[in-house]
């Protein structure tokens, strides 16, 4: 108990405490945003580049003020991605004190996990699912009962398209992390989740379902790696068992020769 009895400290001192690691966060995306508003049309102009890419050329705005929240939306959105690894470290300091060594060292995995899934989650949204929905999205221009249809994208529209596909990739890609840490506090076991299967297959595909268009191609970029991160994060959870088991052994040994 040494660990955490040495750093109790009075209600009034965590909410200082609070208040001090929030003052960072806020800190971290205010200089973030900052930056990144000044860059905004570089990076919207990297988002549009799927669009372009499927020949796409041109996007319009209709409300005067369009574009320029278009420009804040995008800085706050890249400031938020800057900012996550210090909203982490403060998060995992303010947290840490009252965790056993055992446990700390349990957490930081988890931690250094969440950003790196994230990318590849938001780099399959962006470089492999984007494409294919805005190719099947621009595929109904043509002539309709004698009339020409076009595509006429709005910056703010293409901008809620594409930071849902990034964000909504990044976050179904912590599905190992969530069922890790179910696992590790005892709310699931490895069996549940085996035997759990095929509501996860249906899970999976529910969630691409709604985070995709409709089209059969961009569900399954999705539904289908999500499976695989099950599968994974049930693996992840056998081989940390093992090695649990084998530390429980090794210190009941250790007590009986002691």
């Known amino acids: 108990m040494s660990d955490i009895d040495d750093s109790k400290m009075p209600l009034l001192d965590h909410l200082i405490e609070f208040r001090n690691r929030l003052l960072w966060c806020v800190l971290a995306l205010?200089?973030?945003?900052?930056?990144?508003f000044y860059f905004a049309s570089p990076i919207y102009g990297w988002l549009v580049q799927p669009l372009k890419n499927v020949g796409q050329d041109k996007l319009i705005y209709t409300d005067v003020f369009e574009a320029f929240f278009v420009q804040v939306k995008v800085g706050l959105f890249a400031a938020m991605m800057v900012s996550f690894p210090v909203f982490a470290t403060q998060m995992y300091r303010f947290i840490a004190p009252g965790l056993y060594k055992n446990e700390?060292?349990?957490?930081?995995?988890?931690?250094?996990?969440t950003p790196v899934l994230f990318t590849l989650g938001a780099s399959l949204a962006y470089f492999g699912a984007m494409p294919v929905a805005l190719k099947f999205l621009l595929g109904f221009e043509g002539?309709?009962?004698?009339?020409?249809?076009?595509a006429l994208p709005g910056v703010g529209n293409y901008l809620s398209f594409?930071?849902?596909f990034i964000f909504g990739f990044g976050v179904a890609f912590q599905l190992?992390?969530?069922?890790?840490?179910?696992?590790?506090?005892?709310?699931?076991s490895r069996d549940q989740l085996i035997a759990g299967r095929r509501y996860a297959i249906v899970g999976a595909f529910a969630i691409a379902a709604v985070l995709t268009p409709p089209d059969v191609i961009?569900?399954?970029?999705?539904?289908?790696?999500?499976?695989l991160l099950y599968e994974f994060a049930?693996?992840?959870i056998w081989f940390t068992q093992k090695r649990r088991n084998k530390k429980a052994e090794e210190t009941t040994a250790d007590t009986e020769a002691a």
């Not at 205010?30 to 990144?36: E, L, P, R, T």
């Not at 190992?176 to 699931?188: C, D, K, Q, Y």
């Not at 961009?218 to 499976?227: D, E, G, R, V």
Request: charge should be positive; proline fraction near 6%.
């Open 218 to 227: 961009s569900q399954l970029m999705l539904a289908i790696p999500l499976c």
């Open 234 to 236: 049930i693996i992840a």
């Open 162 to 164: 594409a930071t849902t």
């Open 104 to 113: 700390k060292r349990a957490f930081l995995p988890f931690l250094l996990m």
């Open 176 to 188: 190992p992390v969530l069922l890790m840490l179910l696992e590790r506090a005892g709310i699931v």
């Open 30 to 36: 205010a200089i973030s945003f900052g930056v990144c």
């Open 143 to 150: 002539n309709v009962g004698g009339m020409t249809q076009e």
